[in-house]
């Protein structure tokens, strides 16, 4: 077999295994772990014992999968989204927004200053170390992905393996601290509407709709005799990132030397907002649907995931497992700060709702912060959901995989480590005064 069909077969085979195998264990269902982490675990299992009989190319291309999927995961963040007045999203979401850009830039804070001063001179790790906090824990194991190649421009190619493993350390940090966060609040009387694990039902255990309660996963905007509505959206998503590959390239033209080892996915982002927009002003929009977009998105997920934990290279991650913990813990340590401290003093009303969304996602991904939502939150009986989701057209640009995310890099590389820890000191202490003297703002209704 050819090595694409060989990666396709394992990698579906890893996702099957993940899936029964967190049907069978309850503390996997207690935790909430992803399908993807758990085959992806299981993969990477196999290719530690077994790695002498797998044929390398076939993990070579495996490893290539997280770079590619990443593009589909960002051009469809807007594709077929009716974007509000954005004056509406300010007045809504700029609280939340505040706190998600606090978390954010303190990530950069907390990981430059503890890489530049500490980590670099004890464990011998480069100073861009310090940006995977902000990569793996509020990126992703995409955003790791996508920036691969911008690690071996640099030099570093050991960059994506510890890239990985600070991602799975996040999201599992997202899952196990959120639920423990959820629980203090409990205690604390801080929330009411908590779902336990014990009192759900035991489909939602296991991860399973009901025959008769399934979701509709989108609606078909084309006729199948003209072309398959799946089909067309991905057709769709092809030409946001042929767009941004376009402005990429533009922007290499420039001779800018930043923009040599720049990554795509934040620029197919923008193609797709770009493409939706024109097809909004053409009145085209409705041939795009959201719903078929976020399939498309989470199936790129899932398999970006289980592919990036399964190739994670052991011996990378052990010979730099000191720094690797250090990092992570003091993330931790701020992402908790960070919900307990300026959380109720950014949001008034559903503070700990709102803010432990954001700690899910500042950790994990943006399903691990809806996650956590839905437990604090089941029945949308708060601003929540709707704050957090207009918050993400503003942060998603920028942070957590957006433009900074892929400048950071490449600015500590050619500027050096101090003036990016400088920006980010100075950000942080703005969005810091921004939730000082604007969260009176705030307005109360949905």
């Not at 960002?74 to 077929?80: M, P, R, W």
């Not at 939502?373 to 949308?380: G, K």
């Given at each position: 077999m050819t090595s694409a069909i060989t990666v396709f077969i394992s990698l579906c085979g890893l996702l099957v295994a993940g899936k029964f195998v967190r049907l069978r264990i309850?503390?996997?269902q207690r935790l909430y772990l992803p399908s993807s982490v758990i085959g992806g675990a299981i993969g990477l299992a196999i290719i530690s014992v077994f790695g002498d009989r797998i044929n390398p190319e076939t993990v070579d291309a495996m490893r290539r999968?997280?770079?590619?999927?990443?593009?589909?995961?960002?051009?469809?963040?807007?594709?077929?989204?009716?974007?509000?007045?954005?004056?509406?999203?300010?007045?809504l979401a700029f609280p939340q927004l505040v706190l998600g850009q606090i978390m954010a830039w303190g990530q950069y804070v907390v990981g430059l200053g503890l890489a530049g001063f500490v980590l670099s001179r004890l464990c011998g790790v480069?100073?861009?170390?310090?940006?995977?906090?902000?990569?793996?824990?509020?990126?992703?194991h995409g955003t790791v992905g996508g920036m691969t190649e911008s690690f071996l421009s640099a030099g570093w190619s050991d960059g994506?393996?510890?890239?990985?493993?600070?991602?799975?350390?996040?999201?599992?940090?997202?899952?196990?601290?959120?639920?423990?966060?959820?629980?203090?609040?409990?205690?604390?009387?801080?929330?009411?509407e908590v779902v336990p694990f014990d009192k759900r039902r035991f489909g939602e255990r296991?991860?399973?709709?009901?025959?008769?309660?399934?979701?509709?996963?989108?609606?078909?905007?084309?006729?199948?005799?003209?072309?398959?509505?799946?089909?067309?959206?991905?057709?769709?998503?092809?030409?946001?990132?042929?767009?941004?590959a376009g402005i990429l390239e533009l922007l290499r033209l420039t001779g800018w030397k930043v923009f040599g080892g720049f990554p795509l996915f934040p620029l197919c982002m923008i193609g797709g907002i770009v493409l939706q927009t024109a097809a909004r002003a053409m009145h085209k929009d409705l041939l795009v649907d959201h719903g078929q977009m976020e399939r498309i998105s989470g199936a790129?997920?899932?398999?970006?995931?289980?592919?990036?934990?399964a190739t994670i290279s052991i011996k990378v991650v052990a010979a730099n497992w000191i720094p690797l913990v250090a990092l992570i813990l003091a993330?931790?340590?701020?992402?908790?700060f960070a919900v307990l401290w300026f959380g109720p003093r950014c949001l008034k009303e559903a503070w700990f709702e709102r803010a432990i969304a954001d700690f899910g996602q500042a950790t994990g991904v943006t399903a691990t912060g809806l996650m956590l939502?839905?437990?604090?939150?089941?029945?949308?009986k708060t601003c929540a959901a709707s704050s957090f989701g207009y918050k993400q057209l503003l942060h998603e640009p920028l942070m957590g995989g957006g433009l900074w995310t892929a400048f950071a890099f490449t600015l500590v590389i050619d500027w050096g480590w101090v003036k990016v820890f400088a920006v980010s000191c100075v950000m942080l202490v703005f969005w810091i005064g921004c939730a000082h003297f604007l969260a009176c703002r705030e307005p109360v209704e949905a």
């Open positions: 309850p503390l996997l999968v997280p770079g590619f999927l990443i593009n589909v995961v960002f051009a469809t963040l807007f594709l077929g989204v009716k974007i509000p007045k954005m004056d509406r999203v300010v007045s480069p100073p861009c170390f310090g940006n995977l906090l902000e990569i793996g824990f509020e990126g992703g994506a393996a510890l890239g990985f493993t600070v991602a799975t350390a996040g999201m599992i940090v997202g899952i196990v601290v959120g639920m423990v966060l959820v629980n203090w609040a409990q205690g604390k009387g801080i929330v009411k296991l991860g399973v709709h009901a025959r008769r309660s399934r979701p509709v996963a989108g609606f078909q905007t084309v006729m199948s005799d003209s072309i398959d509505s799946l089909a067309w959206h991905l057709a769709i998503v092809g030409v946001s990132i042929a767009m941004g790129a997920l899932d398999f970006l995931v289980v592919s990036a934990v993330g931790t340590a701020w992402s908790v939502l839905r437990t604090v939150d089941p029945d949308a």
